[in-house]
C-alpha cells in the first residue's frame, strides 16, 4: 500500500515536471536566447532556468562570423552553460548581429559579456556596444570571472534589430549571450528614448543568486539588495505582480528600517549629471494589519516631496513609476517615511533604476538596406560592409555616401565599387537604389552590356564603368544625358563597347536645341525631314564606328605612302592653318583629317616624335582623338578624327544667313564640352598642357554636335618642375592671345582660360573677335563692355535668339566670360571653376526649359542636320 502510494506520488510528480517543462517552453513563447559561439544547429535548455538556448550563428550578419572559443575551465565550474563560450570578432571593426523580430513590440534585449579569459591573453578588452546605428554602452568588464551585461527597454520600429560590437583598439570584442524578451507596451513606457538598465533590486533577498526566468515571465534579473539600517520582512503568500508582473518571489521579501521613525534612504548615483533616468518602485503589503494598524508613507527626492502617500495593498503589487524623465541633481536621493498618522514603518519591495537612452539616429531607409544588402551578396562584396550601410557617420560602409538631414532615414546617393572584383553583369539591383546621384563600378570584371535601367535613375550625375569587359552600347538616354551635363558618363577602356550614340537604332540624336519662335506644323514637318535625313546621314558613320574602335588600338606611325593613300593624293583640302594644310581623307574606311606641317616648321624632329607619341596617349571625350602620325624624311603629319559639324566659329558667324541658329542651351552645353577638354589639359594631364591657342575655330562639333577640343597637338608639354610659367616664344592668335603672356612673354594655364573667356564671348554675341566697322577695329570684349554699361542682358546676346533663354543663366555667362578675361591672370577662375560655372547657367537654362514644357509651349531643333559644314584648317 506504502509502495503504491509511492509510485503513484513519483506518477504525479513526473507528471507535474514534464507539464511544467511544456508549460516553462509556452511561457518561452517570443523569447530568443542565443548562446554566442555555441556551433551552428545546436541548442540546448539551461538547467537552471530551463531556457533553450540556440546558436548565434545564423544571426551574425556578416561574411566574417567571428571565431567561437571557451572559456577557462576554473570560471566554468559555477556558471550557466551560456557563459560557457563565447563569439569573439578579431576581424572588422564593427560586427553585427541581426535578428528578427517583430516590430512596434517593446522588447527587453540583453547582452552578456563574460571574458573567463578565453583567450590566454588574461587582458580584459574594451569595445563599445551599438544598437543599430546609435551607441549603447562601452563594455569595459572589470574581472575575468565577472558576466558584465548590458540590457535595454526598447521599441523597435522595424522588424528587425541589430545589435553591433565596435572595435575601438583596446581588445578583441567578444559576447557570451544575447537575448530578446517580449515585454507589455503598457510598462515602461518614456515620452521618448529607451531604458538602459542602471540597477533592478529585490530588497529583503534571502538568496544569493539573482532570479530571473522562469521566476519572473520576462526574464528580468532581480539582484540582491539589503542595508544594515534595515530589517527584512517577508510572507510565505503569494503576491499578485501587478501591471508589471514582479514576480511573487521578489515582491514576497521587504526592507524596513530597523529605527519606525527613520526613512528608507536609497541614494543612486547616475552614471553622469546630464544623464536622464526613470525609476520603478514596487510596494506590497506583506502583514496581515490588525485593525489598529496603518502603514503609510511619502517618497521625497532629494529632501521634497516627491509622492505619496501610498498604502501599499495587502499581497498585492502597487507600483510608483516616474511618467517623465527625472533630470540628475549633485545628490539624487530617495528618502520614503511614513507620514505622521502612519503607525507602522516604511517599506520598499523593489526597486528598478534605468538611464534614458536617446537612440535618435535613424536606419537607412529600409529599401536602400535591402538593394544594398543583394548587391553585396551578389559581387560577395569583401569589404567590411557590417551593420547598418549609412550610420553612424563614422561607421558608414566603404564606398558608400549617404544623404542624412537629421529627420528622414538616410538614403544611398553613392556607390563607389571601383577595383572591388566584380565580376558578372551589372546586377539590376542597383535600380532599387533610387536616390543614387554617383556609381563607379570601373576597373573590375563586369561582363554583357550596359543596363538600360541606369538611365532611368533619375538623380544620377556620375556614372563610371571604365575599365570593364561590357559590350553592346550605351543607352541612348544615357548619352543624351551625358551630352546636355546632366551626366558625366564614363565608359572607356572597355572591351566591344561603342559609345556613340549612334549605335543606338531607334534612337535620333537631337542635340542643340534652339527654340523656334514660330510654331506651326508646317516648320516642325521641315525639322522633322531634317532630322530624318541626319538620321540617314548617320547610317554610314554608325558602321565606321566598331572600326573606330578597333582604329583606335592601331593608332600608329604612317608612312608618306600611306598619307598619299588616304588623302587621295591631297585631293581634298579641308583648310589652311598656321602649322600646315588640312586634308580631308578614309583610313581604314573612316573619315579622318589630314594635317600636313610645312617642313618649315623648326621643331626637330625627334622633339616632335616624342611630342606626339605622349600627345596620342591624352584622352577626353572633348579633345579630338590624334589617330596617328607621319615622320619621314622633311614630311611631318598629324592624323585626326574628322569632325563632321565643323568648327564652331562657322556656326556662330554663319556666313549663310539661314535661320539654323545654335540655341542658348546648345551654345552653353559647347561651351561646357570646351571648357572640360581644356580642362582636362590642366588638370588631368601629368605634366600638364597649356593649349596656347583656344579659339573658336579650334572648337570642333562631333556628328551630334559634342564639341571637342582641337589642336592641342602643338601645344607645348608644360614641365612640372620649372615652377608654375616657363618663359617661351608668344604664340597664339590675335585677338585671343593672353595679354599678360604677350607683354612677360610668361605662360602659365590661365593664359587659356583667357582665350577661352574670349571664345566664350564669342559664344553669347556671335559677333567675330575684331570687328572692323568704318575705321576701327572693335574687339569684342570692348564691345561687351560697353553694352553692360545699358545693363540689358538681352543687347549682349545674338539678337537671333530672339530673347528666348533665361536672363538669369545668359548673365551668369557673360560675367563668367568677363572673369575670364581679367586682365592680370591671378584674378582670373581657373578651369574647374570655368566647369562649375558653365554647368550652373546650363542648369539654369535646363530648368526653363523644363518649366516651358510644363506650359506646353512648342520647341524643336531648328539646326541645320543634313548640312555638313566643312571644318576648317586646324
Ligand atoms: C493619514 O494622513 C493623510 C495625510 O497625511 C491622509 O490623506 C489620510 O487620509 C490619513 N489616513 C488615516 C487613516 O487617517
Ligand atoms: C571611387 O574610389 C576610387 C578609389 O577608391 C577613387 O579613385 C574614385 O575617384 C572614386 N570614384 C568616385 C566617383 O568618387
Known sequence: MGLMFKHLLYAVLCFALTHDLVHAQDKQSGFISLDCGLPSDSSYSEPTTSINYISDAPFI??????????????????????????????????????????????????????????????????????????????????FASDATINELIHTPSLNHIQVCLLNKGSGTPFISALEFRPLTNTTYVTISGSLALAWRLDAASTSNRSYRYDDDVFDRRWSRYNSDDWTKINTPRTVEGGNYQVPTIVMNTASTPKNANSSIDIPWEPPDNTTQYYIYMHFAELQQLKTNQFRAFNINLNGQYWYGPIVPPNFSTYTVYTQSALTPAANNRFSILKTENSTLPPIINAIEFYTLKDFSQLETDQDDVVAITNIKSTYGVKKNWEGDPCAPQEYIWEGLNCSSNGFDPPRITSLNLSSSGLIGEITSYISNLVPLQSLDLSNNSLTGSIPEFLSKLPNLKVLNLEKNMLNGSVPAELVERSRSGRLTLSVGENKNLCAEISCEKKKINVLIPAIASVGGVFIFLLAAVAIFMGLKRGRKPRASNNQNDSFESKRRQFTYSEILKITNNFQTILGK?????????????????????????DQGYKEFQTEVKLLMR????????????????????????????????SHLLGDDSNANVLSWQGRLQIAMDASQGLEYLHNGCRPPIVHRDVKTTNIL????????????????????????HMSTAVVGTPGYLDPEYHITGRLNEKSDVYSFGVALLQIITSRPVISRAAHENTHVSRWVSSM??????????????????????????????????????????????????????????????????????????????TTPLNPSAR
Not at 541581426?98 to 578565453?118: E, H, M
Open 61 to 142: 550578419d556578416s561574411g566574417v562570423s567571428g571565431v567561437s572559443r571557451t572559456i577557462e575551465a576554473q570560471y566554468k565550474a559555477t556558471l550557466q552553460l551560456q557563459y560557457a563560450r563565447v563569439r569573439s570578432f578579431p576581424q572588422g571593426i564593427r560586427n553585427c548581429y541581426r535578428v528578427n523580430i517583430t516590430g512596434g513590440t517593446k522588447y527587453l534585449i540583453r547582452a552578456t559579456f563574460l571574458y573567463g579569459n578565453y583567450d590566454g591573453l588574461n587582458k580584459l578588452p574594451k569595445f563599445d556596444l551599438h544598437l543599430g546605428p546609435n551607441f549603447w554602452d562601452s563594455v569595459t568588464p572589470a
Open 618 to 649: 591624352v584622352h577626353h571625350r572633348n579633345l579630338t582623338s590624334l589617330v596617328g602620325y607621319c615622320i619621314e624624311r622633311t614630311t611631318m603629319a598629324l592624323i585626326y578624327e574628322y569632325m563632321v559639324n565643323g568648327n564652331l566659329e
Open 788 to 865: 553692360l554699361g545699358i545693363g540689358d542682358v538681352k543687347s549682349i546676346v545674338d539678337p537671333r535668339l530672339c530673347g528666348d533663354f533665361k536672363v538669369n543663366s545668359a548673365w551668369k555667362a557673360v560675367e563668367l566670360a568677363m572673369d575670364c578675361i581679367s586682365e592680370t591672370s591671378t584674378e582670373r577662375p581657373n578651369m574647374s571653376e570655368v566647369v562649375t560655372r558653365l554647368k550652373e547657367c546650363l542648369a539654369a537654362e535646363i530648368a526653363r526649359e523644363n518649366e516651358s514644357h510644363l506650359t506646353g509651349s512648342k520647341e524643336f531643333y531648328a539646326i541645320n542636320v
Open 701 to 724: 562639333l562631333a556628328e551630334n554636335f559634342q564639341a571637342k577640343l582641337a589642336d592641342f597637338g602643338l601645344s607645348r608639354v608644360f614641365p612640372t618642375d620649372g615652377g608654375t
Open 577 to 601: 592653318g598656321g602649322f600646315g594644310t588640312v586634308y580631308h581623307g578614309y583610313a581604314d574606311g573612316i573619315q579622318v583629317a589630314v594635317k600636313m606641317l610645312s617642313p618649315s616648321s
